[in-house]
DNA sequence: CGGCAGTTTGAGCACGATCAAGCACAGTGG
DNA sequence: CCACTGTGCTTGATCGTGCTCAAACTGCCG
């Protein structure tokens, strides 16, 4: 399918695409095509074949994986855009993980094949990539000391002030965009350490639950917190 | 310091390198620099701007974080003919670890902005970096999901099999490079569990301690203790 | 209404951390 | 040569976090 005009132009604002000129840009988006997915849909399933990576337009997917024994392990939810999947193009050619939308998506697909021929034009094309490729390594460095050095109440609180943004009253909201056993997972604890984490930051009046979103009390307070 | 002619025709084969002819080559090679360390001795520190990116031709290098409670975990552990710290070029420019030698080193330092330079020269270059970079991500992703998936006897175990070596009887050795406690990071647990965890395993008769290189009586057998 | 998925709550347990002590070994200095 | 010190590894006892198993509760959709 191709692509929305809107679509085109959220694009346009891509890391990747940026710095473009109008022509060069109109030649990726010629090549680019639009994917629609219900909520609970797969895109790919690890150790497939690469045929393609994405960009979000809409939506939020989970990258996740399974254990032998069927325990799941969610990698990263991606909103919209981000890419995903881009860097796995370079390797042998399998995807790592599973792709999954957690809620209805619309995702711009970009042939593996063709983006690389693309690349391989400029090589400022490539350091963007890098560029990226080199943050999202940051955040699993992260991820790894977080999960080895912090306990699970820490991880959560990093969660949270990850994902809190200003409501129109000023407050901190996080708003929970998966269901919390999906969230559960992403930080490493089972669904009902999850809840019990999150009653105990209640009692302890740091924050509010409302539904599925949140209101943090005081940002400042709780940044303390995760240190002691 | 210039480079030795043995560390020349080891570099040569390195991924980044492979596929050049004699005169890229060597103009790689004219540029890069030979680093020397001491057990002990720190390369750099976790938020120093960046300069440069290495080769390790000789010894072991540390890769670790430090938590605000001054805990360590240990990243990686990084072996003669693997690069360090290439990623990070490309970001922010500050490195996102702290680095040492574990044991008497050499270095081959390559000049971050020079290396830039070369690479944008061929987008052939860049696919080598990035397939490097992507053959990392992988192992990381690896690493968080064996982190929350298994415990610490499987992770244990996984780190036995993925360094074990046949010796010149053909049995499987693993040859601790690090003190123990250095390999317990690694693995995620604190010293005292390593110690306990390998005891049990040479208890339940897997594997036979020798000073500082196991036996690993039956491989095989090791890989499907994994599952259960 | 019943069935189902997601969430919460409770009770018990296991893994691994913590605190603390002991041991082996190497290096140092009297 | 022997105490003294420091380091790395081991062992023991205790404790806490988070998992397991199980049950109840919620909202939702057929």
Redesign the pocket.
Known sequence: MTLSVTDIQALRRAYLFSGLDEAEFKAVAARATSVGLEAGQNLFFQDQPVTAFYWVAEGLIRLYRTSPQG?EKVIDLVGPGRFFAEAVLFMGGRYPVNALAQTPSRLIALDGPSFKAWLAEDANRCFRLLAGMSARMHKLVNEIDSL?L??????LLQYLLDHSDPDEQGRMVVD?EA????I?SRI????????????KLRDMGFVE?LD?HLVIKDPEQLRQARID
């Open positions: 325990d080895t912090m306990k699970g109440t820490d991880r929970l269901p919390k056993q999906v559960a490493g604890v089972k669904p009902e350490t999850f809840s019990r984490l999150l009653h639950i599925n």
